[in-house]
């Protein structure tokens, strides 16, 4: 489970997964029951407090703004534990949810690698978009140019 490859994760058109994982405080966060009626932008990154992860996660707190004004949920998902999460969240001012994937059991329902760096779009329960090779310092402004693409933004 350490690569990635196009067949494995979701295709587009596929629904959000139906899977449940801590958020940053330590509270379970249902996939499917709070994305599938909104937008969102779910991006993973490998491990919390590292340079690459932190320019990615800091990328998409710099767009943060626009999305939410548009209502668009932004999640960050790492194998890092709640504490780890929150910590990280507070260190960096990341004003939207971090998930806890301990288990493993997001990365394998959205068909991922555990250390691979994703995004994926999401509108009403559809996958629209996805980024396997997820960017760093560039991840919040390729989202925002896919939803602008899409007209959501």
Known sequence: MFASTEDKTLAIGDSVP???APDH?????????????????VFFYPKAHTPGCTMQACSMRDVFTVLHEKGIIVLGISSD?????????????LPYTLISDKSGAVAEAFGKGKWSRQAYIFNENKLIWKDIKGATS??????????????LI
């Open 18 to 20: 139906s899977v449940i």
């Open 138 to 151: 560039k991840q919040g402004k390729e989202a925002v140019a896919a939803l602008s693409s899409f007209g």
């Open 81 to 93: 534990s709640p504490s780890s999460q929150k910590s990280f969240k507070e260190k960096h001012s």
């Open 25 to 41: 405080n330590n509270n379970d966060f249902d996939f499917k029951a709070n994305l599938s009626d909104t937008i969102s932008v």
